[in-house]
């Protein structure tokens, strides 16, 4: 396998702050992602999995080990490797279009070259005709949509997605995955992919993990056996229900350490 | 009995928490209180509750104020007080933006200054006058500098506040999509805070017109402040009165345009409120 993204060793742990003893959120944890792969992270609440992410992106510094990718130390954010959050992070003064040039306008390219490809991602993400529009004037849906088309207009090597559908309904968040996976089938990004929602890991994944407990590592790595491309029938196939299984088990373990650890 | 519990209910319907009124009813409120402000006062002056010479009733202050006009040649002391107040409001609004910005995106920049802006903001402006005629004479400089004082701390404290509250996941994502350091500043940091700074110059130009007052009370030859003074020693109630309106009247005007202005430039700010 070549290791597109290597995590190697990686643990963060926390400064506590009445002066007790560091919480450890992060223990030790290796993970290969191969390029235009898509991982999905499973685990339960303050597992470490969306610290784990941060960590890739540059936002966190982890407490030990190294991130490569492509060979290169992770040292801080950069554009290679776009993310979409859990909360909605366009910037409300910018209007559906500016937000997706964003990028794009920092690395100083033309203008007209610059609403040409965000119009192309605004396309991807059926958004015509709300270019104009302010975030506020947006669905939740929609929003998501937006930092989807305005991480992908970026180019970036890979993509590192938190939760990014964890705020929406039920519905939309379903449409939301066949509109990603669609994506990634056409475009074939390498993701990084966190979740506490099983469906979601094996519908999107190519391979699934599942992390412990906190302190988190990964505890179970599976290739998930569902060939593309994926429309939403193959959530009732024996493979899908058979992995779910399988996961529903291993998540339910760690949510009940979890709270056993809490109590 | 069933009338007042009617009436209660249509008060509930009318007065309900945070639901918002309708454009029309919106201003016809606002002017019934001056309507209503005015009446008590004609009241208690024109029916003799209140002496004359204490208290000019609204019609003698009217006729006053056009004299004061038409013949004394009170617009251009209208005009040196709204100068007064604008110059010195812009001259600190200038440098206390920078400085504001760059102390609310550097914490460094912040904890070298801060202490001593939240010191100096305490310290009352008009107090200074005194000063400040030894420093700068009585002529317009010492007019401009007390404007100064009493706006510039007050502005960079709290332009340095609302930059320094930028949303952190808004500077991870841009952060995410290339920015760097310096275009953070640019690009996030300052756009997003912009409306609320133009709020914070709202507000610190209605404080501003209380200073340029007091500094005309003493040592200037021309404005708003040195009219009053002047009527104080006459008695004259009306003008005083006079004077005092055309003060609000001039900041309601400000104040509006001002509010105008900010939902001209930031349409986005006013979504969803």
Redesign the interface.
């Known amino acids: 396998m070549n290791n597109f993204l290597s995590i190697r060793a990686v643990s963060r742990s926390f400064a506590s702050t009445h002066g007790g003893k560091p919480t450890l959120a992060l223990q030790s944890t290796d993970l290969d992602v191969a390029e235009n792969d898509f991982i999905t992270i499973l685990g339960p609440s303050g597992c470490g999995k969306s610290t784990l992410l941060r960590i890739v992106a540059g936002l966190d510094r982890q407490t030990s080990g190294e991130v490569k990718l492509d060979g290169k130390r992770i040292e801080g954010p950069g554009a290679d490797r776009g993310m979409v959050f859990q909360s909605y992070t366009l910037f409300p003064w910018l209007t559906v279009r500016e937000n997706v040039c964003f990028g794009l306008n920092e690395r100083g390219m033309a203008r007209s070259q610059q609403v040409e490809i965000a119009q192309s991602f605004i396309h991807k993400v059926g958004l015509n005709g709300f270019e104009n529009h302010f975030p506020k004037q947006l669905s939740g849906g929609m929003q998501q949509r937006t930092a989807l088309a305005r991480a992908l207009a970026n180019g970036p090597r890979m993509l590192l997605m938190d939760e990014p559908f964890g705020a929406l309904d039920h519905q939309t968040r379903e449409l939301m995955q066949e509109l990603l996976l669609g994506i990634w089938e056409a475009e074939r990004k390498t993701v990084l992919f966190v979740t506490h929602d099983i469906d979601e890991a094996v519908f999107m994944g190519s391979r699934v993990t599942v992390m412990s407990a906190r302190p988190g590592r990964i505890k179970l790595d599976r290739e998930v056996p569902i060939a593309h491309p994926r429309s939403y029938a193959v959530k009732t196939t024996p493979a899908f229900i058979a992995l779910k299984a399988e996961l529903t088990e291993q998540v339910r373990t760690e949510v009940l350490a979890a709270q056993a650890a809490m109590a | 009995m069933q009338g007042s519990i009617n009436a209660a209910v249509d008060l509930g319907a009318v007065l309900k928490p945070l639901t918002p009124v309708a454009p029309g009813a919106r201003i016809a409120l606002g002017v019934s209180f001056f309507v209503l402000f005015v009446a008590v006062w004609a009241v208690a002056t024109f029916g003799g509750f209140v002496n004359k010479l204490f208290l000019a009733d609204p019609l003698t202050m009217l006729k006053s104020g056009w004299t004061l006009l038409a013949e004394m040649g009170f617009a251009k002391d209208i005009g040196m007080t709204v100068w007064r107040v604008l110059g010195g409001f812009v001259i600190a609004a200038l440098l206390a933006l920078p400085l504001g910005v760059l102390m609310g995106a550097y914490k460094p920049i912040e904890a070298f200054f801060e202490p001593f802006v939240s010191f100096a903001r305490y310290l009352p402006a008009s107090a200074f006058i005194p000063l400040l005629i030894l420093w700068a004479g009585i002529g317009e400089a010492q007019k401009l500098s007390v404007i100064f004082i009493g706006s510039f701390f007050q502005l960079v404290l709290m332009i340095a506040v609302t930059v320094g509250n930028t ?1 952190r ?2 500077v ?9 350091d310096r ?1 953070l500043v640019w ?2 940091l300052i ?2 805070a ?1 409306p609320e700074i133009c709020e914070i110059l709202r507000m610190v130009l209605g404080w501003a017109w209380t200073y340029v007052i007091v500094a005309e009370l003493i040592g200037a030859s021309s404005g708003i402040g040195h009219m009053i003074t002047d009527s104080q020693a006459l008695l004259a109630t009306d003008q005083i009165i006079f004077g005092i309106i055309v003060i609000g009247l001039i900041g309601l005007v400000s104040d509006m345009g001002f509010k105008w202005l900010n939902r001209w430039l ?4 006013q ?2 409120r």
């Open positions: 949303r996941d808004l991870e994502a841009a952060y995410t999509l290339g920015s760097s275009s690009r996030v756009p997003g912009a930031y349409p986005w700010a979504l969803g």
